[in-house]
Every structure is written in C-alpha cells, then in structure tokens.
C-alpha cells in the first residue's frame, strides 16, 4: 500500500529527479489533480471497468481534461505553470499512483478555500479512476490525521442523550453568520435552493467560538451588534464572551461529570468531575435545566433526573441495546471505577465501499444515480458557474498566480500544534509557542530578508480588510512567497480600529466569501498578504484577562 499526499508547506527532493519544491502552490490541488487524472486517461492507465461499472459520467469529464470543452488540455505542462510542480514530477507520480495499491486521501483543509469542492471531488474521481474503490488499503480517503476516528473500522454508537425535534424549520449555512446578521430578509443560494436570511433579534451561542473560526472579524464583529442581545455560554473571557451582553460561565470538563466518546471512537471514558466548580460557573445542563424551569418545561427537559442519574441511565440503555446485539458490557459501577473500556465493533476487517463494489445493485451509494458520480446532472441543473456539474479548475480570487497583486504573499491559516482551535489559548502551553506575546508566523528566509525582517521580530501582516501583528520564525519548511500563520490566538482588537489585532488571529485578514453557492463553506484557510517590521514597542495583549469594567474604561 502507498498513500500519495502533498503538502502546500514543505519542500523536499526526490531521488532521481532532482531536488525541487514538491509543494503546489497553495489553492492549485485541483490543477494538479485534474493533470494527474490527464495522464491516467491519455496513457491507459484508467480502470475502465471499474469507471464503466461503478461510476456515471466519466465521458463527459474526459473530454474536459483532454480540452475537448475549452480547448486547454489539462496536461502536466498546463499544471505545471499554475502549481509550480515539474510537468516530469506530475507524470512520474500519476504513473506511480497506478502502480500498485494506493490510497488517495485529502484533508479537511481543501475544502476551507475559494471552490473548495473541487479538489475534494477530484480525490474521489483519481481514486475512482484507479479503481481501487473498495479494496482493503486502496481508494479514498478524507480526513486522515484531522481525527483521531477517522480510517478506523465503524464502532457501535456511544451513549447519547435524546435530540428531540427543533420547533423552528429556519436555518443557515454556519459560514454565513455575518450575512445573516447583517443583512435579514436577503436572499441567497444554497444546494439547488433560494432561501431568505431570517431577521434574528437574539443570539443564543453555547459552544463553539465564532471569533474564532469566522472570516473577516471586524466585519463579523459589525454584525454582532446589530441583534438586541446575545447570550454567551464561556468559561473564559474569549474573543465571543466579550463580544455578549449577557454571559453565563459554565464549567470545563473537569469540573463537572460526564462520558466521552465520539462518534466512532474505539473508546468510552468515565470522565467524573476532578474539581469544584470556579466561583459562579455552572454545567450547561444546570443552565438550560433552569432556564426550562421559568419556561414552565422544566420536567420535560430533565425529566427528574441529576447529572449522575442522566450518565447512568443513558449508559443502562446502551448497555441493554448492545447486549441484544450480542455485546456484553460491565454494569456502570464498575465502568465508572475503571475509567474506560472499549466500544465494540461489529466486523474489525470492514473496507470502506467494499459492498458496494461487490454489488453496486444491491449496495447502491446515497447519491441520485446510486453510483460514484464523476459528473452530477442534479448539481450541473442548479447552473451554478462556481461549481459545475463535474470537477474543474477554478482560479480564485486571491492566490499566488494572480495579477497584479498588491499583496504579494500568500497566507495559510492552519490548525495549530498548541491547541486545538482556540481551546486553551490562555493555557500556559499554548503561550509558551509565542513570540513577543504573538503568534508566530512562518517566514521563508529569503521573503524576510527582502523585507529587512529579522527571526524572532514582531511584525504586521495586513491586507484591505485588517492587519494582525506576529512574531516571526524563519524556515524554509514554507515556499517562497507562502507564510504560515496558525488558527485560534484569541482575537483581540485595538480599541479603534476592531480590523487591528495585536494578538495575531488571521481571521482578520481572511476573505467571508463562500467556497461556492453549492455549499456556502468557510474560506479560511488561505488568503494574500504583505508583512512588514513593526518597529514600535508592541501594545499589551489583553484578551487572556479579564475586561474592562464600564468604571476602568471611562
């Protein structure tokens, strides 16, 4: 088995083919793929029968990688221009690609850009054209290494508290909250359909963090203003919980009692509570439960029961619906004791789509036509030119191979190794990563040295829409004319200028623009930039404490 992956961050060499940047340029997955898939299908490297038997519209996108649709053949020259690899790397990989089993695996990140859906279908249509789709070590894959669940053989669900049914029918794609907000009653494209913005008075925000995970943050925070209140669930002072009118702290993990699993994770913790809660901080569920109280639904809610008797009952129900399947798990008193044990699974040797490809008849996929679609006629009807019926190349807005650009570097906003997400920026962990109280942004030596910027310096980045200060670290793990500035330092804007931060969230400079009309996804992850020295004394991170009373800011 071989996994083929690349990495728009890190250059390398290749015995027998030179050393060279083996890195596309960041956004040109598509590009390169789409030459991968040229390739396969010029030199009869294809798998026919698999396309033919498992898959609808392979024909249709054929002839756009061979120009027969736009007259620009999708070869390895053609990629080489926009993603900076080697037409002879491109062709050398596509032949190893079919040369024994491999799996092709994108990563989560893809998708966070401008026409995001292209790339992650185009992993899907090089797998399907290798035709390894089913077989144990081979096909596609998504998400590998985001999650710890993710490639693991599918477990029987954990313990879970009943959903219920939302009374309200309205809703929005999670990207576009700031439209929302600032703009009720506007309509917009989503999945085929024609929707309406509703007019939202209060915002009710318990987990998560969209001051964190949002684009274009002095734009989003223009749009938190505008509802009449909002209501924050936060056991810190985080960028959101500043951002309410009205915040009710809530524990942490390990402040109250509870059991942990994901979905399809292979274990189950017993997680009791290690702490008393901090001052006022209460569960969430001791939260909603009297917030139910006053809304004279108390009962329904809680339906009588503690913290203690709601893990214990959802743990018995489990315990009876696994052992009907033949699975025979410990009482709770003796899982609760023994802090973990493991989820069973139902067949250990599962491939993924293996009973699909054996009867694709009797196993069909969820899709229109029950097969891989290489070319969807329900998308290509929507008529949506940023998403075709099949995938294409599209270039985006902002990116390396654009002319003419103001700002000339490109940004990477990935996750960080510090944290996860914003989570625990505060932690003492996470703040010994800092430079100068900033986070740090990954600079080619040479970019620096053009811009008289020195390792370990404080510098600004900045584009039209904001500016966040950083501290440096040179490496050239990042290609020339790239620069790597992690996710989550918690956004803490200049007093007067809320596009300023002086912590160096990136969201401050990110683009809030769709990946396409079909999904309406976040486009985080890569935005255009410049970074010059700051010369003046940095100003005081203030977001890791407590803010300013209404008395110290007059």
Same mark, same amino acid.
């Given at each position: ?14 015995? =027998?083919?030179?050393?060279? *940047? ?30 033919? +038997? ?7 996108? &054929? ?7 736009? =007259? ?11 993603? /900076?690899?080697? &037409? ?27 026409? $995001?859906? !292209? ?25 590998? /290494? ?18 219920? &049914? ?6 929005? #794609? ?14 917009? @494209? ?102 139910? @109280?006053?809304?004279?639904? =108390? ?31 410990? #009482? ?13 699974? #139902? ?9 699909? +490809? ?34 294409? *190349? ?15 570097? !490109? ?11 914003? !989570?625990? @920026? ?10 100068? $109280? ?32 950083? =501290? ?52 985080? !992850? ?23 009373? &209404?008395?110290?800011?007059?």
């Amino acid at each position: 088995m071989r996994i083929i992956s690349v990495s728009p961050l890190r250059g390398d060499s290749d015995a =027998g083919l030179g050393a060279e *940047w083996i890195a596309p340029v960041p956004g040109t997955d598509a590009a390169l793929m789409l030459a991968l898939c040229h390739v396969l299908d010029r030199d009869g490297l294809a798998d026919r029968r698999f396309l033919d +038997r498992y898959t609808v519209g392979y024909p249709r996108f &054929a002839a756009y990688l061979r120009g027969d649709a736009d =007259g620009v053949p999708k070869t390895p020259a053609w990629a080489a221009a926009l993603t /900076g690899i080697t &037409a002879e790397r491109i062709r050398a990989l596509a032949r190893q690609l079919a040369a024994g089993r491999t799996l092709v695996t994108v990563s989560w990140s893809l998708q966070r850009a401008e026409h $995001g859906e !292209q790339p992650v279908w185009l992993g899907l249509v090089l797998a399907a054209m290798l035709g390894q789709i089913g077989l144990p070590g081979g096909g596609f894959g998504h998400g590998y /290494g985001s999650s710890g669940d993710v490639g693991l053989a599918r477990r029987l669900s954990a313990p879970r508290l009943p959903q219920g &049914a939302n009374g309200i029918d309205s809703w929005i #794609p999670v990207a576009r909250i700031a439209d929302m907000l600032l703009h009720p009653g506007a309509g917009y @494209d989503y999945d085929g359909r024609r929707r309406r913005y509703p007019d939202v008075k209060l915002v009710y925000w318990c987990g998560g963090n969209p001051f964190h995970h949002h684009q274009h943050l002095a734009r989003l925070r223009e749009a938190f203003a505008r509802p009449q209140t909002v209501v924050v669930h936060d056991p810190f002072w985080t960028a959101t919980a500043r951002h309410a009118d009205i915040v009710l702290p809530s524990t942490m993990s390990v402040e109250r009692g509870d059991i942990g699993a994901g979905s399809s994770d292979s274990t189950l913790f017993a997680m009791p509570q290690l702490t008393e809660p901090h001052a006022q901080a209460r569960d969430d569920y001791a939260i909603f439960g009297a917030l139910a @109280d006053r809304l004279q639904v =108390g009962e329904g809610f809680t339906e009588g029961r503690t913290v203690g008797q709601w893990l214990c009952h959802l743990y018995g129900h489990w315990r009876s619906d696994l052992k009907a399947a033949g699975h025979e798990m410990p #009482p709770f008193e003796q899982f609760w004791a023994s802090e973990s044990l493991q989820i069973p699974v #139902p067949d250990p040797g599962q491939v993924l789509l293996s009973a699909f +490809r054996r009867d694709p008849g009797r196993f069909p996929l969820s899709t229109p036509s029950g097969k891989i679609e290489i070319f969807s006629a329900t998308i290509d009807g929507f008529g949506y030119p940023d998403c075709p019926g099949h995938p294409v *190349w599209l270039e985006p807005a902002e990116w390396l191979g654009g002319h003419p650009r103001r700002y000339p570097l !490109q940004l990477v906003a990935n996750q960080p190794r510090r944290r996860l997400h914003s !989570q625990l @920026d505060v932690g003492a962990y996470s703040q010994e990563g800092k430079i100068r $109280g900033r986070e740090p942004v990954a600079m080619h030596p040479r970019d620096a040295e053009a811009r008289g910027i020195t390792d370990r310096s404080c510098v600004r980045v900045f584009n039209d829409r904001g500016s966040c200060l950083a =501290g440096v670290t040179l490496t050239e793990d990042v290609r020339p004319g790239v620069v790597q500035l992690s996710t989550g330092a918690w956004y803490d804007p200049d007093p007067h200028d809320p596009s300023f931060c002086r912590h160096g969230n990136p969201n401050v400079l990110t683009a809030d623009r769709p990946s396409s009309s079909l999904s309406q996804g976040t486009t985080g !992850q890569l935005t255009m930039v410049e970074i010059e020295p700051y010369p003046a004394t940095p100003p005081e991170v203030s977001v890791h404490g407590p803010p300013r009373t &209404a008395e110290q800011s007059r």
